[in-house]
């Protein structure tokens, strides 16, 4: 998969939208493990969207 059809990461709370392998953070959830975080806003409501 190219750079350009590469999957894309949605923050739900600020909308950003960034390639998966950009500068998304991750956060440890005791019970759900580890999630991906917004450097945006810092919320881990993240979702995958295909091209």
Avoid at 25 to 41: F, I, K, R, V, W
């Amino acid at each position: 998969m190219s750079e350009t059809q590469q999957a894309q990461l949605r923050c739900l709370e600020c909308g950003r939208t960034a390639p998966r392998n950009g500068d998304w953070g991750e956060a440890t959830h005791p019970t759900l493990g580890t999630m991906t975080q917004c450097p945006e806003c810092g919320s881990t409501n993240v979702q995958s969207r295909q091209p």
